[in-house]
C-alpha cells in the first residue's frame, strides 16, 4: 500500500530515543533457592505411577518456570519514534503459561497462569528452606 | 416500491456522506473476504518438535503421518481458526517451537512487542489508538495502525508478533475434532494461548500493581473494580495490587462482552454463603466440581457438619472423607464438610452421598494451605455416583467454618444472576484469594458458565468456537479494538458505507472499464460501490444514469475526478443497461 510505504519511509528517517527501564532481581534471588516438590506430579516413566519429581527435575521443572513466568522490565528498551509511536520489545517475557498436574483422581488439570508463585503453588513446589 | 424521489434522497445521502468525510485513497488488490492470515513459523530444529519423524496414525481429521506433522497441523488449525475470525490487513507472525519442557509445562504464548502512541493511516482508515498513553500489543496494534509496527520499529519485515512454545513431552490429543476423551486437546490450548497472545491479557505487574513502563494498557482500562467503582487505569499501584486478588469484585466493562453475556452466560450465579452465626456470615470464595449435579441442583440451606470417617489405609485421616462417614446420621440431610487429600475429590463427594448429605464442602489441606479453591475433576469411576451438589474452599475458610459450633450455610445460585457475570449482566475477570502473591485477572471467572475459553482451567466441554452463543472470547477481543472489517478498508463494519467494498483498481460499469482510479473514501465506500448503490437503487436506465451524472458532477466540483474522468464514467453508464 503506497502510504504505508510512505510512513514507513517517514518513521525510517526518525530519530529513535531509547530509555531503559528498571525492575527487580527478583529472578536471580529465584534461582539462588533451592525448591523441593510436596505432591507427585511426576509420572514415572519406567513404571508408569505418579511420584515426587526428583531433585534434579525440581530443579530443571523451576528453572523453566522462573524463564517463562519473567515479568521483570529489567533491561528493557523503551523505543519513541519521530511518530510518537512507543515501542518496547518484551519478547519472552510477560508469557502466559499453561500448567499440568495429576488431580488426586489421576486426571491432568490445566491452568494458565502469569507468575512464578501461581505456577509453583499450582504444581506443589515450595522453597526448601532446609536448605537455605 | 422505489420512487423517483427516494432515489434522489439516497443518491445525495450517499454523495454526502462519501464527501463531508472527504479523506480517500486509491485502491489496492484486497481479498475478497475478512480475515486475518497468521502465519505459523517452525522453530524447531531437525528432529525434535514439528520436525519429529516419529510415525502417526491419523487421528480426528489429522491427516499428518508423523507426531511433529500432527503438532504442525493442529497448532496451523489453531491458528487458522483465529485468522477466521479476527480481520486485520498485517499478516500475524507466530513463533512456535514445542521443547521439553517437562510433563507440567504444557506450553505458554505472549506478545512479543507492544506499542502505544501509534497514528492510524487516516483520515478515517485505521484508526490508531483509541487512547494515548496506552500499551497494545503487536498484532492488535498493527490491526489499528494499518501497518507492521514492528517494521517501522526497525525489526525487519515479518518479525513475530507473538511468542509461542509447547511441550513435546507431553501428550496432547492431536485430532482436530474436538473429539479427546480423557486426553487434552491441542487445538484448544494453542486456541487460549494464542487469545493471551492477541491481547487477552493485562501487562500490570501481579506482584507490585505497577504498569508497564509506567503506561496503562489496553486491558486495564475494561477492568473495574466494583468495590471502589474504578477502572485500573485510574488506581494507584497499590490500588491495583490490593485489586488482584478482590475475590468476586473484578469485572469487565467493554460494550460487547456486556451485550453478549446474555446468550453466553446462563442465570444462576453459583455462590456458597454463610448465613449464620454472624461472625463468619458472608460469601466465601469456592471452586466447582466437574462431577455431580451443578450447583443450584437443588439449592441447599442446611447446617455444616464435619464428616467423620476411620483412619484407614484409604485415608490416614478422620477428616478426610476417604472412606464411610462414621457419623452419617449427623451428616444426612447437612452440608457435610470434608478435608481435602489423599484420595480424589469425587470419592469424597460419593461418600458424602453415600451418607445422605445434601451438599458437600471440601476444604484445602496443609499441602494446600494457601491455594486458591481448586476445581474438582471426576475420576470417571466415582464421579457418577454422586448425586449432591460439591464446591472447594480454601483452607482458611474451612477453618473458620469448624472453628464455629453451629454454622447454616448455602450451597446454591442466586436465580437473578448470570454465572460469572455481576448482577447487571458485566463479566467477571478472576480474581482469587491465594495468601501468596500473584494472581491472574487476564481470565474471566472460573464459576462462568458456559464454560469459557478465556477461564484459567481448560474445561473438557470447551467447543472451538470463540464467539456467542458458545464463548466470550471474541467480544472482549473486540473491546480491545479488534473491531470487524470485513472488506479489511481500515472502517470498522458498523460504520462502514460498504461492508465488502468493490476495490477493483479502475471503476467497470456493466463490464466497460472506464480505465479511471477507483477511489476509496473515509466512509468505507469506493467510487465504484457508490455507482453500485446507485444502480441497485435505481428505478430505470435513466434514472441510474442522471444519478450517476450528479454524483461524478459532485466528485468532479470536489477535484476528485477530472473531466476526462466524469466523461468516461458517465459514457459507460450511459451504454449499460
Known amino acids: 500500500m503506497k502510504s504505508t510505504r510512505l510512513l514507513a519511509a517517514a518513521v525510517c528517517l526518525a530519530l529513535m530515543s531509547a530509555w531503559s527501564l528498571t525492575a527487580s532481581a527478583q529472578d536471580n534471588q529465584r534461582r539462588n533457592k533451592k525448591y523441593v516438590a510436596t505432591r507427585p506430579i511426576t509420572v514415572d516413566p519406567q513404571t508408569g505411577t505418579l511420584r515426587l519429581p526428583t531433585p534434579q527435575e525440581t530443579e530443571a521443572l523451576v528453572d523453566s518456570l522462573i524463564e517463562m513466568t519473567n515479568r521483570s522490565t529489567e533491561d528493557l528498551q523503551l523505543t519513541t519514534l519521530a511518530n510518537g509511536t512507543k515501542a518496547v520489545n518484551i519478547d519472552g517475557r510477560f508469557q502466559s503459561v499453561m500448567l499440568a498436574r495429576p488431580g488426586d483422581d489421576g486426571m491432568w488439570e490445566l491452568r494458565c497462569v502469569t507468575t512464578f508463585d501461581e505456577a509453583t503453588e499450582f504444581l506443589g513446589i515450595v522453597e526448601d528452606k532446609t536448605q537455605q | ?577
Not at chain 2, 454523495?15 to 480475515?35: D, E, W, Y
Not at chain 2, 462431577?291 to 437443588?298: A, E, H, L, S, T
Not at chain 2, 448425586?387 to 474452599?393: C, G, L, R
Request: proline content about 6%; aromatic content about 8%; hydrophobic content about 45%.
Open chain 2, 1 to 577: 416500491m422505489i420512487t423517483k424521489t427516494s432515489v434522489s434522497t439516497r443518491t445525495m445521502r450517499v454523495l454526502c456522506a462519501a464527501l463531508l468525510v472527504f479523506g480517500f485513497v486509491t485502491t489496492a488488490s484486497r481479498p475478497a473476504f475478512a480475515a486475518a492470515t497468521i502465519i505459523v513459523v517452525n522453530n524447531d530444529g531437525p528432529g525434535e518438535g514439528f520436525n519429529d519423524p516419529t510415525p502417526a496414525a491419523p487421528v480426528g481429521g489429522n491427516s499428518g503421518t508423523t507426531k511433529g506433522a500432527q503438532r504442525l497441523i493442529a497448532f496451523q488449525r489453531a491458528a487458522d481458526i483465529w485468522g477466521a475470525t479476527l480481520d486485520s490487513p498485517v499478516t500475524i507472525v507466530v513463533r512456535a517451537a514445542f521443547d521439553p519442557l517437562g510433563p507440567n509445562v504444557l506450553g505458554s504464548a505472549g506478545p512479543t512487542l507492544v506499542f502505544s502512541d501509534f497514528p492510524g493511516l487516516g483520515p478515517g482508515f485505521y484508526p490508531g489508538a483509541e487512547f494515548p498513553a496506552t500499551w497494545y500489543g503487536s498484532a492488535l496494534a498493527d490491526k489499528l495502525a494499518g501497518v507492521d509496527l514492528a517494521e517501522l520499529e526497525g525489526a525487519g519485515p515479518g518479525f513475530r508478533d507473538i511468542n509461542a512454545r509447547f511441550s513435546s513431552d507431553f501428550n496432547f490429543y492431536l485430532g482436530l475434532d474436538n473429539n479427546h476423551g480423557a486426553l487434552n486437546d491441542l487445538v484448544t490450548v494453542v486456541l487460549h494461548e494464542l487469545g493471551h497472545g492477541l491481547n487477552f491479557l493485562t501487562f500490570v505487574s501481579p506482584t507490585t500493581g505497577q504498569n508497564l513502563a509506567g503506561q496503562t494498557d489496553i486491558f486495564a482500562r475494561h477492568l473495574v473494580d466494583d468495590s471502589s467503582g474504578l477502572h485500573w487505569n485510574e488506581m494507584t499501584d497499590a490500588e491495583r495490587l490490593a485489586s488482584t486478588t478482590h475475590f468476586s469484585h473484578l469485572f469487565w466493562d467493554g460494550a460487547n462482552v456486556t451485550a453478549d453475556v446474555p446468550q453466553v452466560l446462563q442465570l444462576g450465579n453459583p455462590e456458597v454463603r454463610v448465613l449464620a452465626p454472624a461472625a463468619i456470615a458472608g460469601l466465601y470464595q469456592f471452586g466447582t466440581a466437574a462431577f455431580g449435579p451443578r450447583i443450584g441442583n437443588p439449592n441447599v440451606f442446611a447446617f455444616v457438619v464435619a464428616a467423620q470417617d476411620d483412619a484407614n489405609a484409604a485415608g490416614p485421616a478422620t477428616t478426610d472423607g476417604c472412606s464411610a462417614f462414621t457419623n452419617a446420621a449427623a451428616v444426612a440431610g447437612k452440608i457435610a464438610l470434608v478435608e481435602r487429600g489423599t484420595c480424589g475429590f469425587a470419592v469424597k463427594a460419593r461418600n458424602a452421598t453415600n451418607a445422605g448429605a445434601s451438599a458437600v464442602i471440601i476444604y484445602n489441606n496443609t499441602a494446600n494451605v494457601n491455594a486458591a479453591p481448586p476445581g474438582m475433576a471426576d475420576d470417571g469411576i466415582n464421579g457418577p455416583f454422586v448425586t449432591i451438589p460439591a464446591a472447594s474452599m480454601t483452607r482458611a475458610d474451612g477453618l473458620a467454618i469448624l472453628g464455629q459450633p453451629t454454622v447454616s450455610a448455602t450451597v446454591g445460585v442466586d436465580p437473578t444472576v448470570r454465572a460469572g457475570a455481576t448482577p447487571t449482566d458485566r463479566a467477571r475477570l478472576y480474581a482469587p484469594f491465594p495468601v501468596s502473591l500473584g494472581s491472574s485477572v487476564s481470565h474471566y471467572d472460573t464459576v462462568a458458565f458456559k464454560n469459557l475459553l478465556m477461564e484459567p482451567a481448560i474445561n473438557p466441554d470447551l467447543t472451538h468456537r470463540l464467539k456467542a452463543p458458545d464463548d466470550l472470547t471474541l467480544e472482549l477481543l473486540r473491546d480491545l479494538g479488534w473491531f470487524a472489517d470485513a472488506d479489511l478498508d481500515g472502517i470498522a463494519d458498523e460504520a462502514d458505507c460498504s461492508v465488502h467494498s468493490n476495490f477493483a483498481p479502475t471503476i467497470v460499469i456493466d463490464g466497460e472499464n472506464t480505465g479511471v482510479a477507483n477511489i476509496l473514501f473515509s466512509n468505507g465506500c469506493t467510487t465504484a460501490d457508490l455507482i453500485a448503490q446507485l444502480h441497485g437503487a435505481a428505478s430505470n436506465h435513466g434514472q441510474f444514469v442522471s444519478d450517476v451524472s450528479h454524483l461524478t458532477n459532485v466528485l468532479k466540483d470536489a477535484g476528485v475526478l477530472s473531466n476526462n474522468d466524469k466523461s468516461a464514467i458517465q459514457t459507460a453508464a450511459a451504454h449499460g443497461n
